[in-house]
T-cell receptor
Framework: DQQVKQNSPSLSVQEGRISILNCDYT??????FLWYKKYPAEGPTFLIS?????DKNEDGRFTVFLNKSAKHLSLHIVPSQPGDSAVYFC?????????????FGQGTTLQVKP | DAMVIQNPRYQVTQFGKPVTLSCSQT?????MYWYQQKSSQAPKLLFH???????NEADTPDNFQSRRPNTSFCFLDIRSPGLGDAAMYLC???????????FGPGTRLLVL
């Protein structure tokens, strides 16, 4: 049973336009959500996160939106740049606990065309 | 630069032949994690160490073991690799459970 899902395996956008990457989750016990970016031959790098007590978090060109009632979060990249081309993973952490365990989605490959 | 290093980057082993993957960190983080990522799938946590305390995920096969001889190093031992164990193995660290995890570049394991 996959608790975090990224239903779009790939996304292609034009440079300068908005990229929207989506993520759905099923477990209402998740209280912290993260996005990681992964370039080929590198490990995932942390991009941005959001706590379940917020519905929006912004960092430069990157904004994450959380809709708890729909169990949905999205990552907006505006404007998109060719260097943003990478695999983006959504991840979630459970409330409390003592493991720091991240539950990842399968990833979405973003291609930004010049 | 402080970082998470994984060696080797590519590992080829034979069916049933034990293999060890290595992870080291210069971040001085308390927690070290091992994730398995199969092709086009989500990374999946195998186990983690908080200092010397080891925690195995319930669905991690017994074939997978880990050692952490000191703060900086953590090893993943696969006692008898099967074809289904071919995957990318990612090591990650964090200062504490609540902190951001930093990942190494991964080791891609091929089982022949």
């Amino acid at each position: 049973d996959q608790q975090v899902k990224q239903n779009s395996p790939s996304l292609s956008v034009q440079e300068g336009r908005i990229s929207i990457l989506n993520c759905d989750y099923t477990n209402s016990m998740f209280d912290y959500f993260l996005w990681y970016k992964k370039y080929p031959a590198e490990g995932p790098t942390f991009l941005i996160s959001i706590s379940s007590i917020k519905d929006k978090n912004e960092d430069g060109r990157f904004t994450v939106f959380l809709n708890k009632s729909a169990k949905h979060l999205s990552l907006h990249i505006v404007p998109s740049q060719p260097g943003d081309s990478a695999v983006y993973f959504c991840a979630a952490k459970g409330r409390g606990g003592n493991t720091g365990k991240l539950i990842f989605g399968q990833g979405t490959t973003l291609q930004v065309k010049p | 630069d402080a970082m998470v290093i994984q060696n080797p980057r590519y590992q080829v082993t034979q069916f049933g032949k034990p293999v060890t993957l290595s992870c080291s960190q210069t971040l001085n983080h308390n927690v070290m994690y091992w994730y398995q990522q199969k092709s086009s799938q989500a990374p999946k946590l195998l186990f983690h160490y908080y200092d010397k305390d080891f925690n195995n995920e319930a669905d991690t096969p017994d074939n997978f073991q880990s050692r952490r001889p000191n703060t900086s190093f953590c090893f993943l031992d696969i006692r008898s690799p099967g074809l289904g164990d071919a995957a990318m193995y990612l090591c990650a660290t964090s200062r504490d459970f609540s902190e951001t995890q930093y990942f190494g570049p991964g080791t891609r394991l091929l089982v022949l």
